[in-house]
Structures are given as structure tokens and as C-alpha cells.
């Protein structure tokens, strides 16, 4: 009788601990999963990029501990959130493009190369800066600091970038490497761009067409995927193709999927 009055009474302990412990409290994390597709033209699939990112949402204050403090001093607060990068990739197709142009006065081409690659680094960040309205969103691909989901921030700049030119063969000749090579916001495990013009051939760094997309847009209420196209200016014919999923999952449903 005494063994099961002690049994009744540890149960009772655990379960009224258990009451007093608030596991509701604690906010589910919310994830935005970002896919983007940037093409020159839609009926030329050997020209176009995939991008895959996954942001956490975590509060400013978090994110800028000193300038929440601060607000608190002052009897404020410092609202919104902001997006930190959980993990993200990118892959180019390979592709080839012509142009024409004059060697010693005559009618020549200038042919332009790169080969298919995944990404190696690739950095994004967003935020949502109207606290009055969770669904508005701004998102881009930056090579300047960001924060991660710990909510530690670090700069992409201050990583070594060292680039390995283009292997020559026994008795080849060499290739230039033409220009200044920076870490960027949208790097390729194969960095270059291959240029053959009037005999003579060069490679640059390969300029994501990915580091321009910036997107300032709002989900529709009570929805939780956007899914939309936007263009680049007409000098630089660049076409996007993007959809962001607001989740409670961690998993990207896309990654590496190159369908829309």
C-alpha cells in the first residue's frame, strides 16, 4: 500500500512539472525556401542558372543585440525579422555564344565558353522589414555580410579565394587570365569564362548573372508560396524565373531541382 501511494505520488510530481513547463512557448521556426532560375532567353535551356537558398526567420533583436538594447533604454523596441542563411547552391549549364567582330580588317568571330558547374559558395540574405505586415519580403544574393542561423554574422569577403587557371597539356601554351578575380555573391567550382578571339584566347572570372537579383514582394494573405518573373534591365537580357515557400520544415523541397 505504501509502494503504490509513492508510485501515485512520483507520477503526480512529474505530471504537475510537466504542467508548469511551458513547451508551447517557444516559437516554431520559420524557413523560407527560395528557388530561382535566371535565363537569357526561355526557348535557350543551355543558357541558364539554378539557385537554391533556405533562410531562417530570427528577430532584428537577435540578429542586432547592441541597437535592441539600446531601443530598450530608450523605452523602444526594435521590430521585424530577419533572414539568415541556412544553406544555399547554385549550377550553371554549360554554354557557348558567337559574335562577330574584325581581325586585321576582315569579318572574324569572338566566341565565348563556359563549362557546367555547381556552385562552391553562394550567399543570400533577406528580411522583413514591416513589422505591421509579416508578408511583405525582400530578398537578394550578396557577397557582403550576412547573418547565419545561429544568428552569428560573418563576411564572405574575408574568405581566401585562390582560382586555379586552365590546365595546360604537356608542350600547350599557357591561357591568360585577364582581370581581377573577388569572392562573389554566386561562386562556380569552375570560376571562368573562356574567350577566343583573332587567335588568341584568355579567360576572365565568370560573372553570375545570379548576383543581381534583388526582390522586394509581399505573399498573398493566407498564403504561403510565391511564385513570380521579374527582368533585368534590356542591356543585360536577363530573365528570372522565382518561387519562395514559407515552411515550419527545414528541408528545402526543391533542392537541386532543376523544375519550376
Known amino acids: 500500500m505504501h509502494l503504490l501511494s509513492f508510485r501515485f505520488s512520483v507520477s503526480t510530481v512529474l505530471l504537475f512539472?510537466?504542467?508548469?513547463?511551458?513547451?508551447?512557448?517557444a516559437e516554431a521556426e520559420t524557413y523560407y525556401h527560395v528557388t530561382v532560375k535566371a535565363m537569357r532567353e526561355p526557348s535557350d535551356p543551355d543558357d541558364c542558372e539554378w539557385a537554391w537558398v533556405t533562410l531562417v526567420e530570427i528577430?532584428?533583436?537577435?540578429?542586432y543585440p547592441s541597437e535592441a538594447a539600446l531601443a530598450q533604454r530608450y523605452g523602444g523596441s526594435l521590430r521585424g525579422s530577419v533572414l539568415a542563411l541556412v544553406r544555399a547552391d547554385a549550377w550553371r549549364s554549360s554554354h557557348r555564344h558567337t559574335s562577330e567582330v574584325r581581325c586585321n580588317g576582315r569579318r572574324s568571330e569572338m566566341v565565348v565558353t563556359w563549362r557546367e558547374s555547381?556552385?562552391?559558395r553562394v550567399y543570400?540574405?533577406?528580411?522583413?522589414?514591416?513589422?505591421?505586415?509579416?508578408?511583405?519580403?525582400?530578398?537578394?544574393?550578396?557577397?557582403?555580410?550576412?547573418p547565419d542561423d545561429n544568428g552569428r554574422w560573418f563576411d564572405?569577403?574575408?574568405?581566401?579565394?585562390?582560382?586555379?587557371?586552365?590546365?595546360?597539356p604537356a608542350g600547350g601554351e599557357p591561357v591568360e587570365m585577364r582581370?581581377?578575380?573577388?569572392?562573389?555573391a554566386v561562386n562556380y567550382l569552375d570560376p571562368l569564362k573562356?574567350?577566343?578571339?583573332?587567335?588568341?584566347?584568355?579567360?576572365e572570372q565568370f560573372i553570375s548573372a545570379l548576383d543581381n537579383f534583388h526582390l522586394s514582394?509581399?505573399?498573398?494573405?493566407?498564403?504561403?508560396?510565391?511564385?513570380?518573373?521579374?527582368?533585368?534591365?534590356?542591356?543585360?537580357?536577363?530573365?528570372?524565373?522565382?518561387q519562395i515557400i514559407r515552411s515550419a520544415s527545414r528541408e528545402h523541397p526543391h533542392w537541386r531541382q532543376t523544375t519550376m
Not at 59 to 63: F, T
Open 17 to 25: 512539472v510537466f504542467l508548469l513547463t511551458d513547451f508551447g512557448s
Open 59 to 63: 528577430p532584428k533583436s537577435r540578429a
Open 118 to 120: 555547381r556552385g562552391e
Open 124 to 146: 543570400a540574405t533577406g528580411g522583413l522589414d514591416d513589422p505591421n505586415d509579416p508578408d511583405k519580403i525582400n530578398f537578394g544574393f550578396t557577397s557582403r555580410e550576412i
Open 156 to 168: 564572405p569577403r574575408s574568405a581566401a579565394y585562390v582560382v586555379a587557371g586552365v590546365p595546360v
Open 179 to 184: 582581370g581581377d578575380y573577388h569572392i562573389r
Open 194 to 203: 573562356h574567350y577566343e578571339r583573332c587567335g588568341k584566347r584568355w579567360v
Open 217 to 242: 514582394t509581399s505573399f498573398e494573405p493566407g498564403e504561403n508560396e510565391l511564385f513570380g518573373q521579374t527582368l533585368t534591365s534590356p542591356a543585360r537580357k536577363r530573365i528570372y524565373v522565382y
